[in-house]
């Protein structure tokens, strides 16, 4: 069994928002059809990540995961500077803690013609995160923090994101 990228994409989507209610409302969330969000929901299950069940997210392992492995399986790699949609430090809730003008070269952003800034353009952690993350902001933010552990961002912004995603993991957070 092995991890794939949209399997992540479903768990933050059922931690930002709760279960829709059904496979083909996931999908449409994510941008995925309803089998791929089905075999990613099985996948999160087998590696532990969500609970068995109906219950959700593994709040424990999903932290252990994005803090110390999502670097390794989905690292980060800067391409080219183009226009996008802004991400890593330079994306709430990251953002607000940092001085982020519009001229930095090493912006991330996720390639997107329509996207209103200018920077490094970074792989998104799938290829329908943009578009689920435009659809529902606390997924955005959740999708913010794992590009900053995945490698967007120096050390500051890691540790940062590593905080955040710590605390909104414990139980009883507000999500």
């Avoid at 991330?108 to 490094?120: A, I, L, T």
Wanted: aromatic share 6%.
């Amino acid at each position: 069994m092995n991890i794939k990228p949209q399997d992540i994409l479903v768990v933050l989507k059922w931690l930002a928002s709760g279960w829709p209610g059904s496979f083909a409302l996931l999908g449409k969330e994510t941008g995925l059809s309803v089998s791929e969000a089905h075999a990613a929901v099985q996948r999160a299950r087998q590696a532990g990540l969500l609970q068995p069940g109906m219950e959700g997210p593994n709040r424990s392992a999903l932290a252990e995961f994005l803090i110390h492995g999502l670097k390794y399986v989905l690292s980060v790699r800067p391409g080219r500077r183009g226009r996008g949609m802004p991400t890593g430090f330079a994306a709430p809730p990251l953002a607000e803690h940092f001085a982020v003008s519009d001229d930095e070269a090493d912006l991330p952003v996720w390639p997107d013609p329509n996207g209103d800034r200018y920077g490094e353009e970074i792989r998104p952690l799938c290829r329908s995160a943009p578009g689920a993350a435009r659809r529902d902001a606390k997924l955005y933010e959740w999708l913010v923090l794992a590009d900053a552990l995945r490698g967007a961002g120096r050390a500051r912004e890691r540790e940062l994101a590593e905080q955040m995603v710590r605390k909104r993991l414990s139980y009883g957070a507000a999500r």
